[in-house]
């Protein structure tokens, strides 16, 4: 056992050595990506974003949702030098911002496993008050139960314990999570024996973080989602599939130092006694969870520096600098590592602020460039993976959704109503809930699929094409884009407004002609408005953020 | 791999998923990251890319029928009567000389001329919720991934065909919709598309309030602003969105599918959920979807085995030998490959509660169509039908001769998933040459 140990430390502590370049202590971190980029390359860059591609960019991205006409006169007609910074920052304090950072940590923590009203508020409530990832991971692995504000914090946990279809209670498949979502690497085909690919995943690593959750359990005396811990008493045994030899190992981080299952007589097992009137589980004396959210998420663990800022990366700029996202190692490098080691000793260095990380991220040119490749054209993907252009990314269901209202101008026909749980109904939806029900059912991947690559299916398009909640969004009533486009009588008008309401932009001339035509050939002028508006919401462009 | 071996491996808890066992070497990764996308609507991520265009210009189709629960075979095409597993029922001769099958199956007796049968199947599992994956899945070696269902692996190796319509429909009782489980490895858009109930899928019907010349108008008006939006761009995302859009569109310009059947159609197929699901199976094959699954359920006759089969099988009697002789009277059974299976047999001994219980050890398996042998029989069993005699054929045989039979080369093809080059079919496995013309 020690000699297995001590070679994997070795091994990782070699692996994931930080690098990093010591950048000019002036240079910011986006100017930084920026030089790195160009000196990678001698393409030919795309040209910045226009402001209104930029301006529907970030807006998706930092409140979720399109803008509204009159963000895009206001920020097109600004004449302020600084108006993308300025445009950032406002963004980032928008009331939107928690809502839109809760749904994209929920997609990637939860990967649609489902929701519950505790676990929103958590996420809410940490980007509204801008918690730091390493805060936020380590208040999921242990919340403050007393602090309301932490109560839902358990739901990542309990989540995964719960029973699905005939499966047994999914213990690896926890620690596999933890080892994915928090530290890059994906240790579940370690889990029988040493990784057959990749040398650098050892059973052992795998079966270190396994020990840490085999002896959680669902607490059942509390109103919301929370993990209670039985007493280990001894190390975990494994054997590899290939081998007679049988190992042990307590609790341990990927690449870090074993704990060692110490041994309580059973007066003085437990630091908190079970409480067998209020059924309170007790807390062990030696705690996995407790050195589990200690240690994990800390600037002393260079794989969870990394981890996040390429997912944060991904989600900004398409793809990963390490792709797949959970396969960090040796024989998958970083097509661009000095900016991964950069990216992720710099977060380090600003205390794990994701706030900051998506500042630095929007304000690199690589973000604001243009998703059109002027010329040559058959360079295009060479183009994308060297960061020259903006590479297209899918919308989230809820992107889609909430866009998709805005477009509309149906967003106030639907209440918030964050507590309570929605269940798909035949009749049309009465609560923002149960309108996301019908995206995610229409959109989203299958439980427990990650949601990184863009997967369209006929479903989606089905429920664009013919559902009747589409149809309700855009025919005429209740004040909606189509009934005020009807108000207006010059056609050349209407089609601006159509465009700057559905598309974040003005026509193009050959836009403007066809679409005039049709106004003016159809009988009903009504349905014509309300078929132009779903003509728009069901393109390409609508549909994609570029 | 003996049996032992292979149920040992069957029982461990696995955590791999179908992400997992990604092989990341970076130059690999180049190839996968672009036939993922480009290989949208079915083609890409072979190793052998020449092989999926040629088989996309195949007009062959798979009808796949499905008895889940294990259909007893001693009531069916094994019958063994007067012998101490026998059970009441008499066996009848068919259109084969020398070849009897249960009474219970007299107009399937009428059509042995054109079917050829296994009474030699061997499998591993008998537990329904393990084998019916399993065996649906071809039983491939075990190599960490999840394994595509057989439907899903023609969609993926064949592709949609001329039809545009989705390539795996699944007519099943129950629960319509999109079943993404099926697809394993290959990811959820090689799943089946359910049509449950003989409902239309949701969303289906365009909109009251919408005329067909206004769907085609608005159409219009999405693909203009489509190609407004191409220009410059990289074609692979706006592709993938536009062929499922284009799929939808297919599927509801077949609303004919769902519509009511021909009651002539339904006094030939029966009268009944099996009758009524293979009648849609066909209308489904004669669109060009290339592979249907029809479902039936209801077979686990644990208790009460005999009358449980008197009741089913006339029902699957009818509806299989319907759909044969329909296929062949519309010139569509030369291009369409036709299985019946489940997922086991049943044991011939019967139980304490006049029922028979699972039984992998010794079952047979019927088909005909495109590259299938007709009127023949292979494989034994011995006198009780407990054991298979000589030579027993396990599932990873059939996937071979099925693949064969549909003008794919299993002993050459192979997947790539993510880097990783996978056999379409067990690699210990080949097709059996006496069911293949």
């Given at each position: 056992?020690?000699?297995?140990?001590?070679?994997?430390?070795?091994?990782?502590?070699?692996?994931?050595?930080?690098?990093?370049?010591?950048?000019?202590?002036s240079?910011e971190l986006h100017s930084?990506?920026d030089?790195?980029?160009?000196?990678?390359?001698?393409?030919?860059?795309?040209?910045q974003a226009t402001d209104?591609?930029f301006l529907?960019r970030i807006?998706?991205?930092l409140?979720?949702?399109?803008?509204?006409?009159?963000d895009?006169?206001d920020f097109v007609g600004s004449s302020s030098v600084n108006k993308r910074t300025e445009l950032i920052d406002r963004l980032l304090k928008d009331?939107?911002?928690?809502?839109?950072?809760?749904?994209?940590?929920?997609?990637?923590?939860?990967?649609?496993?489902?929701?519950?009203?505790?676990?929103?508020?958590?996420?809410?409530?940490?980007?509204?008050?801008?918690?730091?990832?390493?805060?936020?991971?380590?208040?999921?692995?242990?919340?403050?139960?007393?602090?309301?504000?932490?109560?839902?914090?358990?739901?990542?946990?309990?989540?995964?314990?719960?029973?699905?279809?005939?499966?047994?209670?999914?213990?690896?498949?926890?620690?596999?999570?933890?080892?994915?979502?928090?530290?890059?690497?994906?240790?579940?085909?370690?889990?029988?024996?040493?990784?057959?690919?990749?040398?650098?995943?050892?059973?052992?690593?795998?079966?270190?973080?396994?020990?840490?959750?085999?002896?959680?359990?669902?607490?059942?005396?509390?109103?919301?989602?929370?993990?209670?811990?039985?007493?280990?008493?001894?190390?975990?045994?494994?054997?590899?599939?290939?081998?007679?030899?049988?190992?042990?190992?307590?609790?341990?981080?990927?690449?870090?130092?074993?704990?060692?299952?110490?041994?309580?007589?059973?007066?003085?097992?437990?630091?908190?006694?079970?409480?067998?009137?209020?059924?309170?589980?007790?807390?062990?004396?030696?705690?996995?969870?407790?050195?589990?959210?200690?240690?994990?998420?800390?600037?002393?663990?260079?794989?969870?520096?990394?981890?996040?800022?390429?997912?944060?990366?991904?989600?900004?700029?398409?793809?990963?600098?390490?792709?797949?996202?959970?396969?960090?190692?040796?024989?998958?490098?970083?097509?661009?590592?000095?900016?991964?080691?950069?990216?992720?000793?710099?977060?380090?260095?600003?205390?794990?602020?994701?706030?900051?990380?998506f500042r630095q991220l929007m304000l690199t040119k690589?973000y604001q460039?243009?998703?059109?490749?002027?010329?040559?054209?058959?360079?295009?993907?060479?183009?994308?993976?060297?960061?020259?252009?903006?590479?297209?990314?899918?919308?989230?269901?809820?992107?889609?959704?909430?866009?998709?209202?805005?477009?509309?101008?149906?967003?106030?026909?639907?209440?918030?109503?964050?507590?309570?749980?929605?269940?798909?109904?035949?009749?049309?939806?009465?609560?923002?809930?149960?309108?996301?029900?019908?995206?995610?059912?229409?959109?989203?991947?299958?439980?427990?699929?990650?949601?990184?690559?863009?997967?369209?299916?006929?479903?989606?398009?089905?429920?664009?094409?013919?559902?009747?909640?589409?149809?309700?969004?855009?025919?005429?009533?209740?004040?909606?884009?189509?009934?005020?486009?009807?108000?207006?009588?010059?056609?050349?008008?209407?089609?601006?407004?159509?465009?700057?309401?559905?598309?974040?932009?003005?026509?193009?001339?050959?836009?403007?002609?066809?679409?005039?035509?049709?106004?003016?050939?159809?009988?009903?002028?009504?349905?014509?408005?309300?078929?132009?508006?779903?003509?728009?919401?069901?393109?390409?462009?609508?549909?994609?953020?570029? | 791999?003996?049996?032992?071996?292979?149920?040992?491996?069957?029982?461990?808890?696995?955590?791999?998923?179908?992400?997992?066992?990604?092989?990341?070497?970076?130059?690999?990764?180049?190839?996968?990251?672009?036939?993922?996308?480009?290989?949208?609507?079915?083609?890409?991520?072979?190793?052998?890319?020449?092989?999926?265009?040629?088989?996309?210009?195949?007009?062959?189709?798979?009808?796949?029928?499905?008895?889940?629960?294990?259909?007893?075979?001693?009531?069916?095409?094994?019958?063994?009567?007067?012998?101490?597993?026998?059970?009441?029922?008499?066996?009848?001769?068919?259109?084969?000389?020398?070849?009897?099958?249960?009474?219970?199956?007299?107009?399937?007796?009428?059509?042995?001329?054109?079917?050829?049968?296994?009474?030699?199947?061997?499998?591993?599992?008998?537990?329904?919720?393990?084998?019916?994956?399993?065996?649906?899945?071809?039983?491939?070696?075990?190599?960490?991934?999840?394994?595509?269902?057989?439907?899903?692996?023609?969609?993926?190796?064949?592709?949609?065909?001329?039809?545009?319509?989705?390539?795996?429909?699944?007519?099943?009782?129950?629960?319509?919709?999109?079943?993404?489980?099926?697809?394993?490895?290959?990811?959820?858009?090689?799943?089946?598309?359910?049509?449950?109930?003989?409902?239309?899928?949701?969303?289906?019907?365009?909109?009251?309030?919408?005329?067909?010349?206004?769907?085609?108008?608005?159409?219009?008006?999405?693909?203009?602003?489509?190609?407004?939006?191409?220009?410059?761009?990289?074609?692979?995302?706006?592709?993938?969105?536009?062929?499922?859009?284009?799929?939808?569109?297919?599927?509801?310009?077949?609303?004919?599918?769902?519509?009511?059947?021909?009651?002539?159609?339904?006094?030939?197929?029966?009268?009944?959920?099996?009758?009524?699901?293979?009648?849609?199976?066909?209308?489904?094959?004669?669109?060009?979807?290339?592979?249907?699954?029809?479902?039936?359920?209801?077979?686990?006759?644990?208790?009460?085995?005999?009358?449980?089969?008197?009741?089913?099988?006339?029902?699957?009697?009818?509806?299989?030998?319907?759909?044969?002789?329909?296929?062949?009277?519309?010139?569509?059974?030369?291009?369409?490959?036709?299985?019946?299976?489940?997922?086991?047999?049943?044991?011939?001994?019967?139980?304490?509660?006049?029922?028979?219980?699972?039984?992998?050890?010794?079952?047979?398996?019927?088909?005909?169509?495109?590259?299938?042998?007709?009127?023949?029989?292979?494989?034994?069993?011995?006198?009780?039908?407990?054991?298979?005699?000589?030579?027993?054929?396990?599932?990873?045989?059939?996937?071979?001769?099925?693949?064969?039979?549909?003008?794919?080369?299993?002993?050459?093809?192979?997947?790539?998933?993510?880097?990783?080059?996978?056999?379409?079919?067990?690699?210990?496995?080949?097709?059996?040459?006496?069911?293949?013309?």
């Amino acid at each position: 056992m020690t000699r297995l140990r001590l070679s994997c430390g070795i091994i990782f502590i070699f692996v994931i050595a930080l690098c990093a370049p010591s950048p000019a202590r002036s240079e910011e971190l986006h100017s930084a990506i920026d030089r790195l980029i160009e000196d990678s390359t001698d393409g030919i860059f795309a040209e910045q974003a226009t402001d209104f591609e930029f301006l529907r960019r970030i807006f998706l991205d930092l409140t979720g949702e399109i803008p509204a006409p009159s963000d895009v006169t206001d920020f097109v007609g600004s004449s302020s030098v600084n108006k993308r910074t300025e445009l950032i920052d406002r963004l980032l304090k928008d009331e939107r911002y928690p809502r839109r950072m809760s749904e994209l940590f929920n997609v990637m923590l939860m990967e649609r496993r489902g929701t519950d009203p505790a676990w929103k508020r958590f996420l809410v409530d940490s980007f509204k008050t801008n918690r730091h990832w390493d805060s936020l991971v380590k208040t999921i692995i242990q919340p403050d139960l007393a602090n309301e504000n932490e109560q839902g914090a358990g739901y990542f946990l309990t989540k995964r314990l719960e029973k699905y279809g005939q499966n047994p209670t999914d213990f690896p498949g926890l620690a596999s999570d933890i080892g994915r979502l928090f530290m890059g690497v994906d240790l579940a085909c370690a889990q029988c024996h040493d990784h057959l690919f990749i040398d650098e995943y050892r059973q052992s690593d795998f079966q270190g973080l396994y020990a840490f959750v085999t002896n959680t359990f669902i607490r059942t005396d509390t109103q919301f989602p929370a993990i209670g811990q039985k007493v280990m008493k001894k190390p975990l045994e494994f054997q590899s599939v290939f081998e007679e030899e049988m190992f042990t190992t307590g609790p341990r981080l990927p690449g870090g130092v074993e704990l060692e299952v110490p041994e309580y007589d059973n007066k003085n097992e437990f630091a908190v006694a079970p409480d067998p009137q209020s059924k309170a589980p007790g807390v062990p004396a030696f705690n996995p969870l407790h050195y589990l959210a200690s240690t994990l998420p800390t600037s002393k663990n260079p794989r969870f520096q990394i981890n996040l800022v390429n997912r944060i990366w991904a989600s900004m700029m398409g793809t990963g600098l390490v792709w797949p996202l959970d396969q960090h190692h040796n024989d998958n490098p970083a097509t661009h590592p000095k900016i991964l080691s950069l990216m992720a000793a710099e977060f380090a260095q600003h205390d794990f602020d994701i706030k900051w990380l998506f500042r630095q991220l929007m304000l690199t040119k690589a973000y604001q460039r243009s998703s059109i490749l002027l010329s040559p054209l058959g360079d295009i993907q060479k183009a994308e993976a060297e960061y020259r252009v903006f590479r297209e990314r899918a919308l989230s269901p809820e992107q889609l959704m909430w866009s998709v209202l805005k477009a509309t101008g149906t967003e106030s026909r639907y209440p918030i109503e964050l507590e309570g749980d929605s269940k798909l109904e035949t009749t049309l939806p009465t609560t923002i809930e149960q309108v996301a029900e019908h995206f995610i059912a229409s959109f989203a991947n299958p439980p427990r699929e990650p949601e990184v690559e863009f997967a369209p299916s006929v479903r989606g398009s089905l429920f664009l094409l013919n559902s009747e909640l589409v149809q309700s969004w855009v025919n005429n009533g209740g004040d909606n884009s189509t009934e005020q486009l009807l108000k207006i009588s010059d056609n050349t008008e209407v089609i601006d407004s159509l465009y700057i309401t559905v598309l974040s932009r003005p026509p193009t001339p050959v836009e403007l002609n066809n679409m005039r035509e049709f106004l003016l050939s159809h009988p009903n002028r009504p349905d014509a408005i309300a078929q132009l508006v779903w003509a728009l919401l069901s393109c390409n462009e609508f549909l994609i953020n570029h | 791999m003996n049996n032992q071996n292979k149920k040992q491996a069957s029982q461990q808890q696995r955590l791999c998923t179908p992400a997992h066992h990604v092989m990341s070497r970076r130059e690999l990764l180049g190839v996968t990251a672009a036939s993922g996308l480009l290989g949208f609507g079915g083609l890409g991520g072979l190793v052998q890319p020449l092989v999926a265009d040629e088989l996309s210009q195949s007009d062959k189709q798979v009808l796949f029928i499905w008895i889940d629960g294990g259909m007893s075979q001693l009531e069916s095409w094994d019958p063994k009567p007067n012998t101490k597993f026998g059970g009441p029922f008499r066996s009848i001769q068919t259109t084969l000389p020398g070849i009897r099958v249960s009474e219970l199956m007299p107009k399937t007796a009428q059509i042995m001329h054109l079917l050829a049968l296994d009474r030699g199947v061997t499998t591993v599992d008998n537990s329904h919720s393990a084998g019916v994956p399993r065996i649906q899945r071809g039983d491939p070696k075990d190599r960490g991934v999840i394994y595509p269902y057989f439907g899903s692996a023609v969609a993926k190796l064949m592709g949609q065909g001329k039809s545009s319509l989705p390539p795996y429909i699944w007519v099943k009782p129950g629960s319509g919709g999109f079943k993404y489980q099926d697809a394993g490895f290959l990811g959820p858009r090689y799943g089946a598309l359910a049509i449950g109930d003989g409902q239309a899928p949701p969303n289906l019907l365009l909109p009251d309030t919408l005329s067909h010349d206004d769907n085609s108008a608005r159409n219009r008006l999405r693909n203009f602003a489509n190609q407004q939006y191409a220009a410059g761009r990289n074609p692979t995302f706006s592709e993938a969105q536009s062929f499922v859009f284009d799929s939808a569109d297919a599927l509801m310009s077949r609303q004919a599918l769902f519509a009511d059947p021909d009651p002539a159609d339904v006094q030939l197929y029966g009268d009944n959920e099996l009758g009524r699901d293979m009648l849609i199976g066909r209308k489904m094959l004669e669109a060009g979807v290339r592979f249907v699954k029809v479902n039936s359920y209801g077979w686990d006759t644990h208790g009460d085995n005999f009358n449980g089969h008197a009741s089913l099988m006339p029902r699957f009697d009818q509806a299989f030998a319907a759909v044969v002789l329909d296929l062949q009277e519309r010139g569509m059974l030369d291009k369409t490959l036709v299985i019946a299976m489940s997922e086991f047999g049943r044991t011939p001994r019967i139980n304490g509660h006049v029922g028979r219980d699972h039984w992998p050890e010794a079952w047979s398996i019927a088909m005909t169509g495109t590259g299938i042998r007709r009127g023949v029989v292979i494989g034994e069993t011995n006198k009780t039908g407990t054991f298979v005699e000589n030579e027993s054929h396990d599932i990873g045989d059939f996937f071979h001769t099925w693949f064969a039979a549909l003008g794919v080369n299993s002993l050459e093809t192979e997947y790539l998933n993510n880097g990783q080059p996978l056999p379409i079919a067990h690699d210990d496995c080949k097709p059996i040459k006496e069911l293949l013309t």
